[in-house]
C-alpha cells in the first residue's frame, strides 16, 4: 500500500513529528507567524516552556494514532535531508521524492535551518545574493531538448524500448560483409523510419514547449533596479531583486511578501494554477517590512530560506532585518504561478525563480502505464519470435543439409565455386568466403534472422503509438465530454492506456465531488431540538438573504437559500423567546464559525453588490449563505473581528481564537468577544466528535431530539454538522487564551498544539443543534450507473460518509434498488467481521442457487435474479484489510453487483481497489476529485480524476480527467470501446501482415539451395512494413467504429465484448496466423506454378509477389473495414498505388539489378491473371469463415451493426426512450 | 449502401436533431466548418458495407463467372501452343563415357557433337522460340546472384569495380575479369543447329534479350577482357571484339532465373513447322552440368497470349471459379432452408438469455 507519488495534502492535517525538544532560543524572541491575531508578544514568553511538555506528549499521540501512515512518517525522517541536498536536481528528482509527505516534515519541523542547506537571499540585493549561489535565472525551460542534446537525447530514450534494441542488434549484423544480406542503406532504412517518425513526434512537442517557454520568459514584471520600478522580462529576474506585483498579475517566481496595498499587509491569491483551488487564500506581509517603501528608503536584509523543494504547502526561512530576526512561513510566500486578487499591488522580495521554483518543481509528468492488451500482446510476441527461430533453424537445418550432400561438388558447381581458381596458388586453390560446414550453418541462421526480422512487427510499435495519439485527439475534442460548467474539455494524460478504457470490469468511485457536485446547499436545521423541516415544503421559499446597506450601497448574499417560512419568523422575531434565542444563537454560529471571507463583487446595478464567500469548505459557504438568508449576513472579516449583520443590525464581535478544521477532531471552533464583553465558543462538527465533547447532562431532551434528527437528516442522504457553544468564564478564557498564545508561537509542533488546546476548551458545549446541507448528485449519475451496470462493470463505492448517508444517495444515484439483498458489514472486532463475512456468504450462495433454480425451472427469468448489495464501514474494512479475511471479502464482493465502503479512509480506498486487482486480471477503474483519492487512482488500472471542486491533485495523479462522473459511460462505453476494438484489430493485423510477408520470403528460400537470396528487392522488403502498408492500418486504427455511439449508448451491453477480450485472444491469434500461411501459400505458390519451366527472372517474380502480397494485405484489411469514409479509401487505395510507383521506381533505377523488370512482366497477361487469382483465391477462405461466423453465430456487434444499419432499432426508438446520459449537463 | 442512421444526424440537419445545440456552440468551428466537426466527433459520413446475404452471393456468382471463362480461355491458348521438350544431357553422352560424365565433358579433346532428331507434333506457326532449359541450376544460388558487378557491365569507366565478382574478378595479373562475376563466367555453351530435310533452319539470335538490358545495363563500351582466362573455364567463352551490349546470349544468361529449372531463350526461327515434320539438331553439348546433376532440355514452343504452355492457370481460374459457383449455389441453399433476419435486436446474447451473465 503505498502512494506512488506524494499526496499533496496541507500540512497541519498529516504533520508527522518527531518528538524532539524544540529549539527555542533562536526564535524565542520573535513575534509569533501572523496568521493569527496581532496580541502582544509578552504573554507568550512565559508560558512557551510551561506548555510544551504536554505538546511533546502529544507527539507521542499523534504518531502513534497515525499507523495507518507510519510508512510515510517513517521515510520522511530519512527524506528529508535528502530533500535540501538533491533538491535543486530539476525534474528528475520529483519522482525520486515520490515515498511521503517529506519536505512537509522539514518545514514543519521548524529546526535551525542548518547554514550549509540554507539559501541566503540578500534583500535588494540581487549581485550579493547571487554572487556566492549560482542560483537560476528565472527563465524556465519545460522543453526537454535543445538543437544539440535532441538528437543524442532523444535517441537514447527511443533505445529505451527493447524491440528497438532487436532492431538495431539486426541492422548492425546486416553490416558485417559475411551476413550482408540487404544493402546497408535499406536494412538501416526501417528503424531509421521509425527513429525518425518518433523523433518528429517529439520535436513537434518539444518545439511547442519552447515557444510556450519563449512566451512565459518573454513576460514583463515591473522590478525594482536603481531605485525605481522597471519593467524586466521574466527570464530576466534575479533572486534578491524586489518585485511588485499588481492586482491579477501572475507571479511570475516565488516571492516573499514585505509589503501590500492593505494597510495590515494582508495580499489575497487565487492558487488554481498550482492547486486548483479556485477560493482566495491570505498571505502576510511582516509587520516589520509593512511599512518600506523602496523608492524612498533602501530596502536591506538577510533571508535565510531552506533549499527549493516540491512542497507547495510549506516553507520556512527567516529573516534579518533592521537587526531582528523574523521567522517565516508559507503564509508569507507567494508562489510563481498564483494570481493576486483583491490587493491593488504587493511587494515582495524573489527567493526562488525559475525552475527552482515550487510549481515548476511540482510540474510532474504523466504517469506511465502499461495497457493490458500491449501486455498480452507481448506474449504473441514471443511465439512470433519462436515462429522466428523456428524459420530460421529450419532453413539453416536445410542448408546444413545440402552443404554436406553436396559437399565434393561444391569446389566446381557453377554457382557456388567454393575455390578460388582465378589466382591459384602454389599449394592449390584457396576456399573463397567459406568458413567451414558449422560456420556456415550459423551463418546462414543469423542471416535467415536477418531476413525474416519483420516477423516481429517494428512498425507496429510506431502504429500503436500513433493510433493512440489520434484516439486521444478524438476523446479530446469530442463534445459529450465536454463540461460546459467549468468550461473543461477531457484530458488524456496517460497515452498508453487507451484501450483498457475498453475492458474495465471494476469501477471505483469517490462519492462527494465524483457522484455529487460538491456544492452545498443547506436544507433545513434541528434548532434546540426542534426540526425544521419538511412538512411544508411546498411553503419554503427561495430567499437570497436581507439586503444590506453598506456605504449606501445594497449588499445582497450571492447565492439563494431556501428558507423555512416559520423559522424565518422565529429569526425576526429577535432573541428575547426562548426559541428565539436559541435559534440567534444557532445562526450566529453559522454566521461565525467559519473561515470564510466576504468578498464584494460588482452587478449591473452599481448600487447592488454580491457577497462572494471565499472560503475553502463548500460547507462552509452553504452555512454562511443560510445564515444570511436568515438574516445574519457576514460582511467583514479580518484577523482580528468579524461584523454581522444581524436583522438589519451590524454587530462586531472579536475573533479572539479560531481553531480550524482538522481530519482528526472533525471540528472547528471559534470563540468570540461579544460586544457586552462577554465570551463566548461555538463549535461546529461532525456529529460523532461533536456528541462525545457534548455536556450529556444538560438539556438532555434536547441532545435525545437532535440525535434523531439527525439520524432522519442522514437518511436523507444529507450531511449534517452539529453546532454547540458554551460561554467562557474570565478564568477560563484566561487560561484558554495563554495556552493559544503559547501553542501559535510554539516554532515545533505547532499543529500538534493547538490541536491540544483546542480540546481543551471545546468541552462542555452546550448542543445547539444541527444542520442539514445537501450534497446534490451530479447531472445524470443514476444513469450513468445503471448504464454502467447494464455493462456489467461492478460499481463501487468507496466515500468518507456516514452509513446511512452513503445508502441514502446509494438509491438516490440508483446504485441501489428496492429489489436487491443487502448485506451490512458493521463489526468492531475481527471475529464478529469474520462471522458476518461467513454470513453474507452463506446468504449469497443462497441467492444464487435459488435464482439458478428459478432459471432452471423456466420461471421469468428477469424477475428471478435478485442482486446482492454489501455495505461495509470502514472500521470492518481495517479488520478484513491485509488479513486472511480479504480473501472471504473478495468471494463475497464478486457475488455482489454492487458494493458500498462507508466512512473509508484514502489508503483504505487504495487497499480496496489492491484487493481486486490481486485477485483477477479485471482490470479497475477508479475516479474521484480528492487528494484522498489519490491512492486509489494510482493504485488501479485506469484512474480518471474529476476536474471538480476539490483541487487538481486527483487530475494530477489521474491517466484520464474530466467534468463529470456521467462522462464516464462515452469514455467507457464509446471510446473506450472503439479504442479497444481498434487496437486489438491493429495488433493482430499487424502480426498478420508482416508474418504473410515473412512466409513468402521463406517459401522461396526453399527454393535457393536456403542461401536466403530473396526475389522481392530489399528496398521492397524494407518498404513494406513503411509505406507500402503500414498507413491504411493506422487510419483504421485511428477512424473505424464498429458501431455508432447511439448503439452503444443503448445497449451498454455491447461493452461486454472488451470484457470478454472477443477482439484479441491466443484463440484468434492463432486462426490468424493459420490464415496467414494459406494467404503466403496463395501469394507464393500460385506465380510458382504459372511461371514454372518458364524464362521468368527474379526480379520479375520479384515483383508479382510483391505487389500480390501487398494487395492481398490491403484487401484483407479493407474486407474488414466497418465504416468507410474517404479518409479510409484514401488510404486503402492510396497505399496500393503507392506500392506499385515505389515497385516502378525502383525497377527503374539502372543500377539496381531488377531494372525495367515490372515493364517486362507488366506486359504480360499472366501477370495479370495470377494477380487477379491470387487476390481471389488468398482472401475466399477468411470471406466464407467471416460470412459462415456472421450468419450462423453473429456476435452482438454483427447484429447490432446490421440492426444499426437496417434501422431495426429506430422502430423501437418509441418504446425503448434515448439514453438521456448522453446529453451535456444544461442549466 | 449508403449510411443511414448516423450519417443522417451528423450530417445537415443538426440543428434539429442535434441534441447538443450548446455543445456545438462551443465547438470553436461555425457551422460553415461541417466536416472539421464532423471529424472531431468520428462522425464522417461513411458508408458501411455490411455482408448480407444478397452481397455474399452476388459476390461469388460475379467471381465464378467471371473466373471461368478466364479459365477455359487460358486453358485453351495453353492447348494450343506446340511444345518439343528433348532431354538431352544423358543421350549426348557417348556409351563410352557412360560412367565417367565428368571427364567427358571436361575434356577439350572429345567430340562433344550430338544429334538428336523430333518430330513436330502438330503444326508450329512461327515465330518457333527455341529454349534450353537447365534444371537443379541454381541461378538464384545466394553466392551466384551476387556475383557481378553493374557497373562493371555498363559502363568502360567501371571496369575496375569489381570487389562484389569475388571469386571471378581478377585474371591474376593481367587485370580486371570483363565480365566478371560468377554468373558470367558460367556462362552457357551448348550450341544448336537445327535442320529439317537437310535444310537448315535458320535461327535468329538477334532481339532474345530485353531491350532495356541491352541499351541500359550492358555497355556498348564495354567489351570482354580476360575472360575465361583463369584455371578453371566454366562455361563459353565471348568474343572481344564485339561489346557487352550485343552479347545477347549473355545479356539473356545474366537475367538470373528465378528458380532452379529454368528456360533461356537461345534463338527463333521464323518459319512454321509442318505436323510430322523431323527436325535435326546437332547439339554441342559442351555445358557441364553432370557435376551437380542438373538435366538439359531443348525446348521449342510457339507462343500464346498467356505465355507458354501451362495449364496451371487455367486449371486454377476453373477451379476458383467452381469453388465460387458452388458457395454461391450453398450459400443460396442456406439462406432458402435456414432463414435469419438480419440485425434483429432479438438475437442479441442478452435478449436470448437475460439470466445468462
Same mark, same amino acid.
Given at each position: ?514 457522484l455529487t457536485e460538491n456544492k452545498m446547499e443547506f436544507q433545513c436545521a434541528s434548532i434546540w431540538g426542534v426540526d425544521y423541516s419538511g412538512g411544508e415544503a411546498n411553503s419554503h421559499i427561495d430567499v437570497v438573504g436581507n439586503p ?205 498544539? +493547538?490541536? *491540544?488546546? /483546542? $480540546?481543551?476548551?471545546?468541552?462542555? #458545549? %452546550?448542543?445547539?443543534? !444541527? ?117 472471504? +471479502?473478495? *468471494?463475497? /464482493? $464478486?457475488?455482489?453487483?454492487?458494493? #458500498? %465502503?462507508?466512512?473509508? !479512509? ?322 | ?357
Open positions: 500500500m503505498s502512494a506512488g507519488r506524494p499526496l499533496l495534502i496541507p500540512s497541519p492535517r498529516t504533520t508527522p513529528t518527531t518528538p524532539q525538544t524544540p529549539s527555542i532560543p533562536t526564535f524565542a524572541d520573535l513575534p509569533k507567524p501572523s496568521s493569527g491575531d496581532s496580541k502582544p508578544v509578552s504573554t507568550m514568553e512565559s508560558n512557551i516552556t510551561s506548555d510544551n511538555p504536554s505538546g511533546i506528549e502529544f507527539h507521542h499521540n499523534s504518531s502513534s494514532r497515525r499507523s495507518i501512515s507510519s510508512h510515510q512518517s517513517k521515510t520522511s525522517s530519512t527524506n528529508s535531508v535528502k530533500e535540501g541536498i538533491s533538491a535543486d536536481s530539476g525534474s528528475k528528482r520529483t519522482r525520486q521524492g515520490s515515498h511521503g509527505a517529506d519536505s512537509e516534515f522539514m518545514s514543519m519541523s521548524q529546526r535551525e535551518i542548518n547554514e550549509e542547506d540554507a539559501r541566503l537571499v540578500y534583500i535588494n540585493d540581487p549581485d550579493r545574493t547571487n554572487e556566492k549561489y549560482e542560483f537560476t535565472g528565472n527563465s524556465i525551460r519545460t522543453a526537454k531538448y535543445s538543437i544539440i542534446t535532441f538528437l543524442p537525447r532523444n535517441l537514447f530514450e527511443q533505445f529505451h524500448r527493447v524491440a528497438y534494441i532487436y532492431f538495431l542488434v539486426i541492422a548492425i549484423l546486416n553490416q558485417l560483409p559475411q551476413l550482408a544480406v540487404f544493402g546497408r542503406g535499406a536494412s538501416i532504412m526501417p528503424l531509421a523510419f521509425v527513429l525518425l517518425v518518433t523523433a518528429i513526434k517529439d520535436a513537434y512537442e518539444d518545439w511547442r514547449r519552447h515557444r510556450a517557454d519563449r512566451i512565459e520568459n518573454n513576460r514583463l514584471a515591473s522590478i525594482f533596479v536603481n531605485g525605481q520600478f522597471q519593467q524586466k522580462k521574466w527570464k530576466d529576474i534575479r533572486v534578491g531583486e524586489i518585485i511588485k506585483i499588481r492586482a491579477n498579475d501572475t507571479l511570475p517566481c516565488d516571492m516573499v511578501l514585505l509589503s501590500t496595498s492593505d494597510p495590515t499587509g494582508v495580499a489575497y491569491v487565487q492558487t488554481i494554477n498550482l492547486d486548483g483551488e479556485s477560493n482566495l487564500k491570505t498571505r502576510y506581509a511582516k509587520q516589520e517590512t509593512l511599512s518600506k517603501v523602496p523608492e524612498k528608503e533602501k530596502i536591506s536584509g538577510l533571508i535565510k530560506c531552506e533549499k527549493p523543494n516540491r512542497n507547495i504547502y510549506g516553507f520556512q526561512a527567516n529573516m534579518e532585518f533592521e537587526g531582528k530576526r523574523l521567522s517565516l512561513g508559507p503564509s508569507n510566500i507567494i508562489l510563481r504561478g498564483c494570481e493576486l486578487k483583491n490587493t491593488a499591488w504587493a511587494l515582495g522580495v524573489v527567493v526562488y525563480a525559475g525552475r527552482e521554483t515550487k510549481a515548476m518543481l511540482n510540474n510532474a509528468g504523466a504517469p506511465s502505464k502499461r495497457s493490458s492488451l500491449e501486455t498480452r500482446m507481448n506474449l504473441e510476441i514471443i511465439v512470433l519470435s519462436l515462429f522466428l527461430i523456428a524459420l530460421c533453424t529450419v532453413v539453416s537445418i536445410l542448408a546444413g543439409v545440402w552443404l554436406k550432400r553436396h559437399k565434393d561438388e561444391l569446389n566446381i558447381i557453377p554457382f557456388y565455386l567454393k575455390k578460388d581458381y582465378t589466382d591459384v596458388p602454389p599449394d592449390g586453390p584457396e576456399d573463397y568466403n567459406y568458413y567451414g560446414w558449422g560456420m556456415e550453418i550459423f551463418l546462414t541462421f543469423l542471416m535467415a534472422v536477418i531476413v525474416f526480422q519483420i516477423m516481429i512487427p517494428i512498425s507496429l510499435y510506431i502504429s500503436m503509438e500513433l493510433v493512440r495519439v489520434g484516439q486521444s485527439y478524438f476523446m479530446i475534442r469530442d463534445k459529450n465530454m465536454y463540461d460546459e460548467t467549468t468550461n473543461a474539455r477531457f484530458q488524456c494524460r496517460a497515452l498508453n492506456i487507451n484501450e483498457d478504457l475498453g475492458q474495465i470490469k471494476y469501477v471505483f468511485s469517490d462519492k462527494t465531488g465524483t444590506v446597506e453598506l456605504d449606501g450601497k445594497t449588499l445582497r448574499p450571492k447565492m439563494a437559500v431556501k428558507v423555512h417560512p416559520k423559522l424565518l419568523q422565529l429569526t425576526k422575531g429577535g432573541k428575547d423567546s426562548p426559541e428565539g434565542k436559541h435559534v440567534h444563537d444557532f445562526f450566529l454560529a453559522l454566521a461565525s464559525c467559519n473561515t470564510l471571507v466576504p468578498f464584494f463583487v460588482d452587478t449591473s446595478d452599481p448600487v447592488v453588490k454580491l457577497i462572494d464567500y471565499q472560503g475553502e469548505s463548500p460547507d462552509e459557504q452553504a452555512l454562511a449563505y443560510a445564515a444570511a438568508a436568515y438574516g445574519f449576513t457576514l460582511i467583514e472579516r479580518t484577523s482580528g473581528h468579524i461584523v454581522i449583520d444581524i436583522q438589519g443590525e451590524r454587530q462586531r464581535f472579536n475573533v479572539l481564537g479560531l481553531h480550524e478544521f482538522d481530519s482528526d477532531r472533525k471540528r472547528m471552533s471559534v470563540i468570540l468577544g461579544f460586544p457586552d464583553k462577554t465570551v463566548k465558543v461555538f463549535v461546529k462538527g461532525a456529529d460523532t466528535t461533536m456528541f462525545s465533547v457534548i455536556d450529556r447532562s444538560l438539556e438532555k431532551n434536547v441532545i435525545h431530539a437532535t440525535e434523531q434528527h439527525l439520524h432522519a437528516y442522514s437518511c436523507l442522504g444529507l450531511r449534517t454538522l452539529v453546532v454547540a457553544m458554551r460561554e467562557l468564564s474570565s478564568s477560563e478564557f484566561e487560561q484558554w487564551h495563554r495556552a493559544f498564545e503559547a501553542a501559535s508561537a510554539a516554532l515545533m509542533g505547532r499543529a500538534a498544539s +493547538l490541536r *491540544k488546546v /483546542a $480540546s481543551n476548551v471545546e468541552n462542555h #458545549l %452546550c448542543v445547539l443543534g !444541527a444542520s442539514a446541507i445537501e450534497d446534490k448528485l451530479q447531472q445524470g449519475v443514476p444513469e450513468a450507473i445503471e448504464s454502467l451496470r447494464t455493462a456489467a462493470i461492478k460499481v463501487w463505492v468507496l466515500t468518507g460518509d456516514k452509513q446511512e448517508t452513503a445508502i441514502s444517495i446509494g438509491y438516490s444515484s440508483k446504485l441501489l434498488t428496492s429489489n436487491m439483498t443487502q448485506i451490512v458489514i458493521n463489526s468492531n472486532s475481527k471475529q464478529s467481521c469474520k462471522k458476518s463475512l461467513e454470513d453474507g456468504i452463506l446468504m449469497s450462495t443462497k441467492l444464487t442457487t435459488q435464482s439458478s433454480f428459478m432459471n432452471n425451472t423456466g420461471g421469468n427469468s428477469v424477475a428471478a435474479v435478485t442482486s446482492l448489495a454489501l455495505i461495509i464501514d470502514g472500521t470492518s474494512l481495517v479488520y478484513v484489510l491485509d488479513s486472511e479475511l480479504e480473501e472471504q +471479502l473478495f *468471494k463475497l /464482493a $464478486s457475488k455482489c453487483s454492487v458494493v #458500498l %465502503c462507508c466512512r473509508v !479512509a484514502p489508503l483504505q480506498k487504495a487497499g480496496i481497489v489492491a484487493l481486486v486487482k490481486k485477485r483477477t486480471s479485471d482490470l479497475t477503474l477508479a475516479i474521484g476529485d480528492g487528494a484522498n483519492d489519490v491512492s486509489m487512482i494510482q493504485m488501479a488500472d485506469v484512474g480518471v480524476g474529476i476536474t471538480g471542486q476539490e483541487g487538481r491533485q486527483a487530475v494530477m495523479a489521474s491517466d484520464f480527467a474530466m467534468g463529470q462522473f456521467s462522462f464516464l459511460v462515452p469514455l467507457l462505453l464509446v471510446h473506450g470501446h472503439w479504442n479497444y476494438q481498434r487496437m486489438a484489430y491493429m495488433i493482430l493485423y499487424n502480426f498478420y501482415r508482416n508474418a504473410v510477408f515473412v512466409f513468402v520470403l521463406f517459401w522461396y528460400v526453399l527454393f535457393t539451395c536456403f542461401t536466403l537470396t530473396t526475389a522481392v528487392t530489399e528496398w521492397s522488403s524494407m518498404l513494406y512494413s513503411i509505406i507500402y502498408t503500414s498507413f491504411p492500418t493506422i487510419v483504421v486504427g485511428i477512424l473505424d467504429k464498429d458501431l455508432s455511439r447511439r448503439t452503444l449508448l443503448k445497449f451498454p451491453q455491447l461493452y461486454g465484448a472488451g470484457q470478454r477480450q472477443e477482439s484479441y485472444s491466443t484463440k484468434l491469434f492463432w486462426l490468424t496466423m493459420m490464415d496467414t500461411i494459406w494467404q503466403s501459400v496463395a501469394i507464393f505458390w500460385i506465380p510458382l506454378f504459372a511461371y514454372r519451366r518458364t524464362t521468368i527472372d527474379i526480379s520479375s517474380l520479384g515483383d508479382l509477389w510483391t505487389i500480390a502480397a501487398v494487395v492481398v494485405v490491403n484487401l484483407h484489411l479493407a474486407m474488414d473495414v466497418i465504416r468507410w469514409t474517404w479518409v479510409t479509401h484514401a488510404a486503402i487505395w492510396g497505399s496500393i498505388i503507392a506500392t506499385c510507383i515505389c515497385v516502378i521506381i525502383i525497377d527503374a533505377l539502372p543500377f539496381l539489378f531488377g531494372y525495367w523488370a515490372i515493364f517486362h512482366i507488366g506486359k504480360t497477361a499472366a501477370f495479370w491473371l495470377c494477380l487477379l487469382i491470387i487476390v481471389v483465391a488468398a482472401l475466399i477462405p477468411r470471406f466464407v469463415a467471416k460470412v459462415i461466423y456472421q450468419y450462423y453465430s453473429p456476435c452482438d456487434i454483427q447484429i447490432a451493426r446490421a440492426a444499426e444499419k437496417y434501422g431495426n432499432f429506430r422502430e423501437r426508438e418509441l418504446e425503448i426512450e434515448m439514453n438521456p446520459i448522453t446529453e451535456p449537463q444544461r442549466r | 449502401m449508403a449510411a443511414r442512421g448516423e450519417t443522417s444526424s451528423a450530417g445537415g440537419n443538426d440543428a434539429a436533431q442535434d441534441p447538443f445545440p450548446s455543445a456545438q456552440k462551443m465547438s470553436k468551428r461555425p457551422k460553415s466548418k461541417q466536416l472539421g466537426f464532423q471529424f472531431t466527433q468520428q462522425e464522417l459520413p461513411a458508408c458501411k458495407p455490411i455482408l448480407t446475404p444478397g452481397w455474399v452471393i452476388t459476390a461469388f456468382i460475379l467471381v465464378g463467372v467471371v473466373f471461368i471463362p478466364i479459365g477455359l480461355a487460358s486453358l485453351l491458348a495453353s492447348k494450343r501452343v506446340v511444345e518439343i521438350v528433348d532431354r538431352y544431357d544423358e543421350d549426348c553422352i557417348p556409351q563410352s563415357f557412360k560412367n565417367k560424365t565428368l571427364s567427358y565433358i571436361q575434356d577439350d579433346k572429345t567430340n562433344k557433337t550430338c544429334t538428336r532428331s523430333l518430330v513436330v507434333p502438330k503444326q508450329m506457326k512461327s515465330p518457333i522460340y527455341v529454349y534450353y532449359q537447365l534444371s537443379n541450376f541454381y541461378q538464384n544460388h545466394r553466392r551466384y546472384v551476387k556475383s557481378r558487378s553493374d557497373e562493371q557491365l555498363r559502363s568502360k569507366d567501371g571496369e575496375r569495380k569489381t570487389n562484389t565478382c569475388e571469386p571471378e574478378a581478377f585474371a591474376g595479373d593481367k587485370g580486371p575479369i570483363v565480365p566478371c562475376g560468377l554468373i558470367a563466367w558460367s556462362l552457357f555453351n551448348d550450341t544448336y543447329k537445327f535442320s529439317v530435310n537437310d535444310t537448315v533452319l535458320d535461327v535468329n539470335k538477334n532481339n532474345i534479350a530485353w531491350d532495356s538490358d541491352r541499351k541500359h545495363k550492358f555497355g556498348s563500351d564495354v567489351y570482354p577482357k580476360n575472360f575465361q582466362s583463369g584455371g578453371l573455364i566454366g562455361g563459353a567463352t565471348l568474343d572481344s571484339s564485339i561489346p557487352l551490349s550485343e552479347q545477347e546470349d549473355l545479356i539473356v544468361w545474366m537475367r538470373t532465373a528465378a528458380l532452379p529449372t529454368f528456360r533461356k531463350l537461345y534463338g527463333k526461327i521464323e518459319v512454321d513447322l509442318e505436323v510430322n515434320k523431323t527436325i535435326t539438331v546437332t547439339i554441342q553439348n559442351n555445358y557441364n552440368t553432370y557435376d551437380f546433376g542438373g538435366k538439359k532440355h531443348l525446348v521449342l514452343s510457339t507462343a500464346s497470349w498467356i505465355g507458354g504452355k501451362n495449364d496451371f492457370l487455367g486449371v486454377a481460374y476453373l477451379a476458383v471459379g467452381g469453388i465460387c459457383l458452388f458457395l454461391a449455389i450453398a450459400f443460396i441453399l442456406v439462406y432458402v432452408l435456414v432463414p435469419r433476419p438480419l440485425g434483429d435486436p432479438s438475437y442479441l446474447s442478452w435478449n436470448r438469455n437475460p439470466a445468462g451473465r
